[in-house]
């Protein structure tokens, strides 16, 4: 069954430096999404993507996160200068073109960001 | 804001039936999902509403009352394999496909021998 796909699986970053995260989508999805999850609370949704634009973004999408898709594959969230706080699950997740609202969104393994 | 009640942890035991409950209140409804979470894993969607009654897939079940900001899974023959965090999120406001997704804290399912 196709899936998702993240890379690293974990990545460990002194604070203040940049980390790209990346994603490889389902092959025939359209939109893109970051989430992420603080060990022990609830996953939050950082922001969305279609038709290589931001659709929708949340307030923890600061001006420290960009999103990037830089060839027809993958899927970029970078983080311009880490704090501690943003130590969590990132997950990517991707969805279908379709009628109506009931396309599910297909989440990857997450991956798990360490900021020392 | 968004708020999404699910309780925090459930015990059951192998064979039984448990049904967990969510509640919603959100500023737009464009459906509901039930993801399932192993530790350390991505959630895996289960099920989805967003019209009023029940969906039945296999051992998994979900229901919808939109006018009471209300749902639950039913989870039938459970195993072992079933002890993970259950996840209820709703889709916001905007009408499309695109929509965020907001999740309720899970609901940690402990299946017991």
């Known amino acids: 069954e196709p899936e998702v796909t993240q890379t690293p699986s974990h990545q460990v970053t002194q604070m203040g430096q940049e980390v790209i995260l990346r994603c490889v989508p389902i092959?025939?999805?359209?939109?893109f999404y970051w989430y992420r999850q603080i060990l022990g609370q609830k996953v939050e949704f950082l922001v969305s993507?279609?038709?290589?634009?931001?659709?929708?973004k949340s307030e923890i999408f600061d001006d420290q996160f960009s999103v990037e898709r830089p060839d027809g594959s993958n899927f970029t969230l970078k983080i311009r200068s880490t704090k501690l706080e943003d130590s969590a699950m990132y997950f990517c997740?991707?969805?279908?073109?379709?009628?109506?609202?009931?396309?599910?969104?297909?989440f990857g393994d997450g991956t798990r960001l360490s900021i020392l | 804001g968004q708020n999404i009640d699910q309780p925090t942890e459930m015990t059951a035991t192998e064979g039984a039936i448990v049904q967990i409950n969510c509640t919603y209140q959100?500023?737009?409804?464009?459906?509901l999902f039930w993801y399932q979470q192993h530790a350390g894993e991505a959630p895996t969607f289960l099920s989805y509403?967003?019209?009023?009654g029940l969906e039945e897939k296999g051992r998994f079940s979900s229901f919808l009352s939109r006018s009471k900001g209300y749902s639950y899974l039913l989870l039938k023959e459970l195993q072992m394999k079933d002890s993970a965090s259950y996840l209820c999120?709703?889709?916001?406001?905007?009408?499309?496909?695109?929509?965020?997704?907001?999740f309720g804290r899970g609901t940690q399912l402990t299946v017991w021998p």
């Open positions: 997740a991707s969805s279908e073109v379709g009628q109506g609202a009931w396309q599910p969104q297909h």
């Open positions: 092959s025939n999805h359209l939109y």
């Open positions: 993507f279609y038709n290589n634009e931001i659709s929708e």
């Open positions: 959100t500023s737009g409804f464009n459906g």
């Open positions: 509403n967003v019209l009023d």
């Open positions: 999120a709703v889709r916001g406001e905007r009408g499309s496909t695109l929509g965020r997704l907001y």
